[in-house]
């Protein structure tokens, strides 16, 4: 079952400016993690933040985590035309012990020069 | 650098025939998955193993089987193919955690095989 939703569907900026995309989640997690996926291509990692971390960074990524609300955001400061991808959250829910995340829709950022 | 790789980018088979995609990874991880993606509906997972010979089901296991002899290689089985099935693959590895508060590793991609069912 879908598990985060990502918001906007689509998201298009000039370069430099900065990009957020939400994601909300419906049970509880044990962590959240963001992934870019490039046209045609697999997805790749970039940040995972546990249930018990507010706040992370990697280079111009920041992310936040809001256990309360369920919904966590992506920042990505200064963009580039390189950035255009699509970015997917994805949840690890707390308790079992399977590794499986669910993944959101994704939101599709499109950079202009 | 993990590297996860897929047999095939792209592949067409007629409808009814037995597909076979493999997985494979190089960083020992004990933990493989299967997802399709499809426009719309974002990644949904098939099938997916934590050890040599495990499987667990996954959110759309229907039509799907899975093979794990070794622990680099993870097999997603179309047993009868069919057009619904049209979809990109893409297989993923990571580490498993120890304990409830070691779980849920970044997981790494393949590229993708795209298969067509005509």
């Known amino acids: 079952s879908q598990q985060g939703e990502e918001d906007p569907q689509a998201l298009s900026i000039q370069e430099g400016e900065n990009a957020t995309m939400n994601c909300s989640y419906k049970?509880?997690?044990?962590?959240l993690q963001w992934y870019r996926q490039n046209s045609g291509r697999g997805l790749v990692h970039l940040i995972l933040?546990?249930?018990?971390?507010r706040e992370k960074h990697s280079g111009r990524l920041r992310v936040t985590l809001d256990t309360s609300k369920k919904s966590s955001s992506l920042l990505i400061t200064a963009s580039r035309a390189a950035d255009t991808a699509s970015y997917f959250c994805?949840?690890?829910?707390?308790?079992?012990?399977?590794?499986?995340?669910?993944f959101g829709k994704g939101t599709h950022l499109i950079i202009q020069p | 650098d993990v590297k996860v790789t897929q047999s095939s980018r792209y592949l067409v088979k007629r409808t009814g025939e037995k597909v076979f995609l493999e997985c494979v990874q190089d960083?020992?991880?004990?933990?493989m998955f299967w997802y399709r993606q499809d426009p719309g509906l974002g990644l949904r997972l098939i099938y997916f193993?934590?050890?040599?010979?495990?499987?667990e089901k996954g959110d759309i296991p229907e039509g799907y089987s899975v093979s794990r002899e070794k622990k680099e290689r993870f097999s997603l089985i179309l047993e009868s193919a069919s057009t619904n099935q049209t979809s990109m693959y893409l297989c993923?590895?990571?580490?498993?955690?120890?304990?409830?508060?070691?779980?849920?590793?970044?997981?790494?991609f393949g590229p993708g095989t795209r298969l067509t069912v005509t």
């Open positions: 933040i546990r249930s018990n971390e």
């Open positions: 960083m020992d991880h004990e933990n």
């Open positions: 993923a590895s990571s580490l498993r955690g120890l304990g409830r508060g070691a779980r849920g590793y970044e997981q790494y």
């Open positions: 049970t509880s997690i044990n962590n």
């Open positions: 193993s934590y050890d040599v010979k495990m499987k």
């Open positions: 994805a949840t690890l829910e707390s308790g079992g012990g399977a590794d499986g995340l669910t």
